[in-house]
């Protein structure tokens, strides 16, 4: 059976419409924190140090290097 947001009370519509709107936020964050995470990687494997890395990502030092421990 299928529902239509039309044919949904409108405090539940709100309600499945606000879930999916944060579904969709939390998918971009996710996908930019992975594309970060992707570039760091590249900068550690081109031999940048950690400190350089955080100075030009605006990321702190210590979480260059748990994503340096991660690729260990």
Request: hydrophobic residues 40%; without cysteine; proline residues 4%.
């Amino acid at each position: 059976m299928n529902l239509y947001k039309e044919d949904l009370p409108p405090t539940l519509a709100a309600v499945l419409e606000l879930e999916r709107q944060e579904g969709f936020e939390q998918g971009i964050e996710q996908g930019i924190e992975h594309t970060i995470k992707q570039i760091i990687s590249g900068l550690i494997e081109t031999g940048a140090d950690d400190e350089w890395i955080a100075e030009v990502s605006k990321l702190p030092v210590a979480k260059i290097k748990e994503i340096r421990e991660v690729l260990k």
